[in-house]
Nanobody, 117 residues
Framework: QVQLVESGGGLVQAGGSLRLSCAAS????????MGWYRQAPGKQRELVAS???????NYVDSVKGRFTISRDNGKNTVYLQMNSLQPEDTAVYYC???????????WGQGTQVTVSS
């Protein structure tokens, strides 16, 4: 019933920027906390940024000051603005929605971000 579709990934040079989008279907977006995760080859999936239904944000230390998570409830979309990208940011980025009422997670299919040196 809930579907998440990421877009905006691609190949950029170090120092460049990308803006990821996650479009959610269904009527539960406003009731959900949202997050962006990433997974690099040989690494565990890690939480990069999160935003609550009330707009409270958190970031992993490695992206603070460079990445910004935001949401537009009118468009049922969460964004991840990524600036000053570094090769270490190369990963598949996944969008996750957690419907708070039932504490159930939904995941998007992922979008590849590759940063060249």
């Amino acid at each position: 019933q809930v579907q998440l579709v990421e877009s905006g990934g691609g190949l950029v040079q170090a120092g460049g920027s990308l803006r990821l989008s996650c479009a959610a279907s269904g009527s539960f977006f406003r009731l959900s906390d949202m997050g962006w995760y990433r997974q690099a080859p040989g690494k565990q999936r890690e939480l990069v940024a999160s935003i609550t239904k009330g707009g409270i944000t958190n970031y992993v230390d490695s992206v603070k000051g460079r990445f910004t998570i935001s949401r537009d409830n009118g468009k049922n979309t969460v964004y991840l603005q990524m600036n000053s990208l570094q090769p270490e940011d190369t990963a598949v980025y996944y969008c996750k929605a957690n419907i708070l009422l039932v504490q159930k997670d939904y995941w998007g299919q992922g979008t590849q971000v590759t940063v060249s040196s």
